[in-house]
C-alpha cells in the first residue's frame, strides 16, 4: 500500500476496501436512484450546464423575436421619399407643389444625384418635368414602396393642377391583433425551436456520447437500452415546457400576441411536434459517428424546412406545384397547427390533419432509429 | 551452447500447454473458472485480431493479456465483456454464456474500457450514483467514491479531473455494481508513475478480497506486479503463458548483460554466444544485449574477450531479466516502439 492510501484510511478510519461487501440491496432505495430517473436527471443537468445550449434554446428565439417584432412593427405609413430633377424648366415649381402634401418628402436634387438616390433606395420615385404640362415618373416597377410613391406622387400632382375628386371619401381605420406579422412570426419561431432543439438536442448528446466511447460503456452495464432513449424524451419534455412558456409568455406580454385557442390543446401540439423532431433527432443520430457528420445531415433536413415551412412568410408564397412537398414536412404541420391554435382559436379536430402528419413522422422515424441504432 | 529457440515454436499449441499444464490438466468442471475461452476467433474486414486462442482464468486470480498495440488484446476483452461477437470458439464467463445470460452476466461483472471519456459536465458523485442505478445490487456510492480516493472530489465535474483521477473514476464506476469479474483495459496507460501505482494498489486491493480481474497491458511492470498469471499475446495469438515467474525463467537466463561499443562491426553473436553462461546474444541499438546464467562467470569472459580483441566498451549494465525479455525473445520486437 502506498503512502497515499495510508493516509487516506488514516483519515477515516473505516475507509471501505475494494471488495469488502457494502453491498445494498436494489430494493428500499428512493425514487430518485431509479435508473430512469438517474439517466433523465443526468441529461437534464448535462443541458443546463452548456451555456450555449441554454442561450440557443431560451435566449436566442427571444431576441430573434424582438427584433422581427420591432422591425416589423405595424406603424403608420412613412413619407415616401421622392426626387424632383432640379435641371429641367419648372423644377421649382413642381417641387413646391409636391411639397404640400404631407405624404410626400420632396428633394430637388440635379440628374446624376438622383440618379445615384434612385439606385440606392433613399428615393422611391424620381420626378422629371418635360414642359409646362407633361412629367416623366422614374421608378423600380416591382417595389410596392415605389409603386405607393408613384400613386401618391401623381395624385397630387394631378389635384394640384386642378383635377375634380368627383366622389367624397370617408376612411376607418381597422388595426387587429393576430394580423400582425409579430402573430405570424411568434407560432413559426415556437415551431422552428421545437424542430431546432429536438434535432439538435438529441442527436449532439448521442452523438457525443457515441464517439467518446460512452455509449459503449452503458450498454457494458445492465442499463435497460429502452431506458436509455426514453431519458432523452423525457428530458426533452421538461426543456419543452421551458421553451414554449418562455416564448410564447414574451410573445403575450411584450407584443401582445393573442393565444385564441386552449392551452391544452395547444400544449398537445407542442408534444407532437416536440416528439417528431425528437424522433427525427434519433434517427440522425443512429449511426453517425462524428459530431461534424451528423451536424451536416441535420443542416441537411433542417434547411428545407427553415425556407420552405412559413417560419418568417406563409408557405403559400411558393408555387402550386411545391405545396404537396411543403405541406408533407413536419415543420409546416406543426407551424399551421400552432398559428391555427393562436391566432383563430382552431380546435384539435380541425388541426387533426397536421397532428396526423407530425404523428406520421413521429412513428416512421422512430421506428427507423431503433431498427438503425448503433451503440458503438 | 544453447541456441534461443525459435518463435514459432512458442507459438505452438503444445509449448503453451507445456507452461500452463499444471492447471490445464485439471478438469473444468472441478475447478471454478471465472474465464473460459477456446478456440476465439475474430477478423475485422482486413485484419485477423484474435486468432484461434485458447485461455483460462481461475476464480479469485488477476490474469494479465500483455502484448504490443495491435495484439488482439482489446479485441479479446470486449469478446469476454460481450461487447464484440466473436466469429468463432467458446466463451464462457463465470461459467455462463453471452447468448444465454447477457443480463446476468452485466449484473455480475465490472468494466472498464480504454477510451471511454465519462461526461464532463457531471460530478464525480452523480456519474457514480449514475452508474449504480443500473445494477440491482450494488455498493454504496459514498463508499466506492472514498475507496477510489477521489472524496474530496465528490463534488468536481469530471472535466476538472486529472488523468490518474479519471482512470480512477471509470474503476469506480466498474465497482459500484460490486462486480465477481472485473475487467479493466489499458488501466494504467498515460498515467504518471504516481499515478500508476496508486490504480495498482486498487486492483491489488480488489485482488485481496477474492475476486478476478482480467487486465490488459502493454507495461510488462504493470504485469510482473499485479498478475498472477501472463498471456503473452502478439498478431492475435498467444505466444506464452505462465506465471510472471514462469515466464521469466523459461529463457533459462536470469540476468541481462547489455553493453555499448563503438566497435560492434567487430563483433558478432556467435562470439558473444560462446562465452562462459550466455543463453543468447542480441544485437541491441548501439551494442549488445545477452541473457546470462550467470554473472560471475560472464561478465570477466566478456570484459576477457573485449579486451583480447582490442575493443573499446562504453558501457555496460547488468539487470534481472523481466516480462519485457521474454517478449523480445519471443519476437525479437520491444512492447512499446517508444
Redesign the interface.
Given at each position: 500500500?502506498?503512502e497515499?492510501?495510508t493516509r487516506?484510511d488514516a483519515r477515516?478510519p473505516s475507509?471501505?476496501?475494494?471488495?469488502?461487501?457494502?453491498?445494498?440491496?436494489?430494493r428500499g432505495r428512493g425514487f430518485l436512484?431509479?435508473?430512469l430517473?438517474?439517466?433523465t436527471l443526468?441529461r437534464y443537468?448535462?443541458f443546463m450546464?452548456?451555456p450555449e445550449a441554454v442561450f440557443w434554446v431560451f435566449v436566442f428565439p427571444i431576441l430573434l423575436a424582438a427584433g422581427l417584432g420591432i422591425a416589423f412593427r405595424n406603424r403608420p405609413a412613412g413619407k415616401q421619399h421622392v426626387a424632383v430633377v432640379s435641371s429641367a424648366p419648372g423644377a421649382a415649381a413642381l417641387a413646391s407643389a409636391l411639397g404640400k402634401d404631407s405624404s410626400l418628402d420632396v428633394q430637388l436634387l440635379d440628374d446624376s444625384a438622383a440618379a445615384f438616390a434612385l439606385r440606392t433606395g433613399k428615393v422611391a420615385l424620381v420626378v422629371e418635368s418635360r414642359g409646362a404640362d407633361s412629367v416623366v415618373y422614374r421608378y423600380d416597377d416591382t417595389r410596392s414602396d415605389a409603386l405607393s410613391a408613384r400613386l401618391i406622387t401623381d395624385d397630387a400632382l394631378q389635384r394640384a393642377a386642378g383635377r375634380p375628386d368627383p366622389v367624397r371619401v370617408g376612411e376607418s381605420h381597422v388595426r387587429e391583433r393576430g394580423s400582425r406579422y409579430i402573430d405570424f412570426v411568434i407560432p413559426g419561431l415556437l415551431g422552428m425551436n421545437l424542430m431546432g432543439s429536438g434535432i439538435w438536442g438529441l442527436g449532439f448528446a448521442i452523438v457525443d456520447?457515441r464517439r467518446?466511447?460512452?455509449l459503449?460503456?452503458?450498454?457494458?452495464?445492465?442499463?435497460s437500452r429502452a431506458q436509455f432513449l426514453l431519458s432523452f424524451l423525457l428530458s426533452r419534455l421538461t426543456w419543452l415546457m421551458f421553451e414554449v412558456i418562455t416564448l410564447l409568455g414574451f410573445g403575450a406580454l411584450v407584443f401582445g400576441v393573442p393565444l385564441r385557442g386552449s392551452i391544452a390543446s395547444l400544449a398537445f401540439i407542442c408534444l407532437i411536434g416536440a416528439l417528431s423532431f425528437g424522433a427525427m433527432g434519433l434517427l440522425i443520430a443512429a449511426r453517425a459517428k462524428t459530431v461534424e457528420g451528423a451536424s451536416g445531415l441535420m443542416n441537411l433536413v433542417m434547411m428545407p424546412m427553415w425556407v420552405f415551412s412559413g417560419v418568417f412568410f406563409s408557405s403559400a408564397n411558393f408555387p402550386k406545384a411545391m405545396q404537396p412537398f411543403i405541406q408533407a414536412l413536419p415543420l409546416t404541420a406543426v407551424n399551421d397547427a400552432l398559428r391555427a391554435n393562436m391566432l383563430q382559436g382552431a380546435s384539435l379536430a380541425s388541426v387533426s390533419g397536421e397532428l396526423a402528419i407530425a404523428l406520421g413522422w413521429l412513428v416512421v422515424c422512430f421506428v427507423l432509429a431503433l431498427r438503425l441504432f448503433r451503440w458503438? | 551452447m544453447h541456441r534461443w529457440r525459435p518463435s514459432h515454436e512458442y507459438a505452438s499449441g503444445s509449448s503453451c500447454a507445456a507452461i500452463g499444464s499444471f492447471y490445464l490438466s485439471l478438469p473444468f468442471t472441478h475447478f471454478p473458472m471465472a474465464l473460459f475461452i477456446r478456440s476465439l476467433r475474430k477478423a475485422y474486414q482486413d485484419v485477423t485480431a484474435v486468432d484461434g486462442i485458447d485461455l483460462e482464468v481461475a476464480d479469485g486470480e488477476c490474469f494479465g493479456l500483455l502484448g504490443p498495440n495491435g495484439a488482439g488484446k482489446t479485441t479479446t476483452i470486449e469478446i469476454c465483456?460481450?461487447?464484440t461477437t466473436p466469429d468463432s470458439g467458446e466463451v464462457r464467463v463465470l461459467g455462463r454464456t453471452w447468448k444465454e445470460d447477457a443480463?446476468e452476466l452485466?449484473?455480475r461483472?465490472g468494466?472498464q474500457?480504454q477510451?471511454?471519456?465519462?461526461?464532463e459536465?457531471?460530478t464525480v458523485r452523480?456519474t457514480v450514483?449514475?452508474?449504480?442505478?443500473?445494477?440491482?445490487?450494488?455498493?454504496?456510492v459514498e463508499?466506492?467514491i472514498?475507496?477510489v480516493?477521489l472524496?474530496e472530489k465528490r463534488d468536481g465535474r469530471v472535466g476538472q479531473l486529472s488523468g490518474g483521477q479519471k482512470q480512477r473514476l471509470a474503476l469506480a464506476?466498474a465497482?459500484v455494481?460490486?462486480p465477481e469479474l472485473l475487467f479493466l483495459d489499458e488501466p494504467t496507460t498515460g498515467l504518471d508513475p504516481?499515478a500508476r501505482?496508486?490504480l495498482w494498489?486498487?486492483?491489488e486491493?480488489?485482488r485481496?478480497?477474492?475476486?478476478t480481474t482480467l487486465l490488459t497491458t502493454h507495461y510488462m511492470d504493470e504485469a510482473e506486479r499485479l498478475c498472477d498469471h501472463v498471456a503473452i499475446m502478439d498478431h492475435g495469438k498467444v505466444i506464452a503463458l505462465g506465471t510472471p515467474h514462469e515466464l521469466i525463467r523459461s529463457l533459462g537466463a536470469e540476468h541481462m548483460v547489455e553493453f555499448a561499443t563503438a566497435d560492434a562491426a567487430r563483433l558478432d553473436t556467435g562470439v558473444l554466444e560462446s562465452l562462459d553462461g550466455v543463453r543468447a546474444a542480441r544485437a541491441s541499438k548501439d551494442g549488445f544485449e545477452l541473457e546470462v546464467d550467470a554473472l560471475h562467470r560472464t561478465v570477466p569472459a566478456l570484459l576477457a574477450e573485449l579486451s583480447q580483441r582490442g575493443i573499446e566498451m562504453n558501457e555496460l549494465r547488468t539487470r534481472t531479466a523481466t516480462l519485457e525479455d521474454v517478449f523480445v525473445s519471443l519476437t525479437g520486437r520491444h512492447l512499446r516502439d517508444d
Open positions: 500500500m502506498t497515499t492510501t487516506t477515516s475507509a471501505p476496501t475494494a471488495g469488502t461487501p457494502s453491498r445494498e440491496r436494489g436512484d431509479n435508473s430517473v438517474q439517466l443526468v443537468k448535462e450546464r452548456e456520447a467518446k466511447k460512452l459503449k460503456r452503458l450498454i457494458a452495464t445492465p442499463m458503438r | 465483456e460481450g461487447l443480463r452485466r449484473e461483472l468494466i474500457l477510451e471511454t471519456q465519462l461526461s459536465k457531471l452523480e450514483r449514475l452508474f449504480r442505478s443500473f445494477y440491482r445490487e450494488g455498493r454504496d463508499d466506492v472514498a475507496l480516493q472524496g464506476c465497482l455494481g460490486d504516481q501505482r496508486q494498489d486498487l486492483i486491493q480488489f485481496s478480497t477474492g475476486r
